[in-house]
């Protein structure tokens, strides 16, 4: 065999060496990925359990026990110093009543203390001027005993306060009257799936899940007008209804 010949051969061969070697590569990719793939899932899914779906909604009526209102002075002068030493004065005087109608210093906190100036409204062609000093010193008042409410305004008032309203009723036990809404929503959410199975001709299993609507409302005012207290400010507390819903979810029993 002479030296091109030879040459020629070893080519040959070494060309077949990588062929095999890429085609061996091939194999193995190839198979690593149609390993790699995920099973085919089945068509047939199975179909979703069956449920009985409701609403049920609880209330529960209660009157408050205790309120918080409101109450302060503003005054104004020509400078702060003024406003500021009328305003003391007339906060002490509104402290000394509230004292007197039996509300206990814990009871009382200061929700805002403000000092602004004041301008005359601006006119055609002309600046706004300084004239004085507004001083506010609000209070918020808490009552226990509900059924003074309107005699602390009347002592408020008579005292020199130029603010008072805002009257808000509490519940102080709202957690537990919440509580007694919710067993009463599951009992409508139970009235409902039953009688929807019973329509359905099917039987009621258990509860599969429950939840609460947030966005529902906790409290609606129930009007329930009361006598205006004597020598004192006719103030109605009524009631609250305190309200639930909740959706329920029923198995069906086979």
């Not at 002068?77 to 007339?90: I, L």
């Not at 200061?110 to 005359?120: G, L």
């Not at 009723?169 to 919710?182: I, N, V, Y």
């Amino acid at each position: 065999m002479n030296e091109s010949h030879f040459t020629n051969a070893v080519a040959v061969h070494t060309g077949r060496r990588v062929l095999l070697r890429a085609a061996a590569l091939f194999t193995v990719i190839f198979t690593v990925m149609f390993a790699a793939l995920p099973a085919r899932a089945d068509d047939t899914k199975p179909a979703p359990e069956a449920r009985i779906i409701v609403i049920g909604e609880g209330s529960i009526s209660a009157a408050p026990d205790h309120a918080r209102i409101t109450s302060g002075v503003t005054t104004r002068a020509k400078t702060a110093k003024e406003a500021s030493d009328a305003n003391a004065k007339a906060m002490a005087a509104i402290l000394a009543a509230l004292q007197s109608a039996g509300i206990e210093q814990k009871d009382v906190q200061t929700s805002r203390f403000s000092v602004q100036p004041v301008y005359t409204s601006p006119g055609p062609n002309m600046e706004q001027r300084l004239t004085g000093f507004s001083v506010s010193n609000q209070v918020s008042v808490t009552i226990r005993q509900i059924d003074k409410v309107g005699d602390v305004l009347d002592r408020l008032v008579t005292a020199g306060a130029t603010d008072a309203g805002n009257v808000e009723f509490l519940h102080t036990e709202q957690s537990k009257t919440l509580d007694r809404a919710r067993e009463a929503a599951m009992v409508d959410a139970r009235r409902k799936a039953e009688l929807y199975a019973h329509a359905a001709g099917l039987t009621l299993g258990g509860v599969a899940w429950v939840t609460e609507d947030s966005s529902a409302p906790l409290f609606a005012p129930k009007v329930a007008m009361r006598a205006a207290m004597p020598g004192g400010a006719p103030i109605a507390t009524g009631e609250d209804t305190l309200q639930v819903r909740i959706t329920v979810g029923y198995e069906i029993a086979h």
